[in-house]
């Protein structure tokens, strides 16, 4: 998606837990957000406690009014003691 500098960005991720036993465990969900491999402010992190299922999970990023035009990277990271794994997504500040 295309957005301005100020503007507010929706990042959302979804997820599925498989453990052996269905039990709850713990999760750390994590966005980065990138422009040319730098990091654009602080890391947003939480953990969260699931059994087996899928579940999604939505953010808002507001973008500085002083935002840098060009591509950003959102690396979506989910984190347990049975794994872990990361997708990007991309958003264009204009």
Known sequence: ?????????????????????????????????????QMVGSPYQTTVSNANGSYSDYINYVLPNNATPGNYTVTSKVMSSYGS??????FTVQ
């Open 1 to 37: 998606s295309t957005v301005r500098a100020g503007q507010q960005v929706n990042l959302g991720m979804n997820y599925t837990i498989l453990t052996p036993a269905n039990a709850p465990v713990s999760v750390t969900l994590v966005r980065e957000v990138r422009l040319n491999g």
């Open 85 to 90: 794994n990361q997708r990007d997504a991309y």
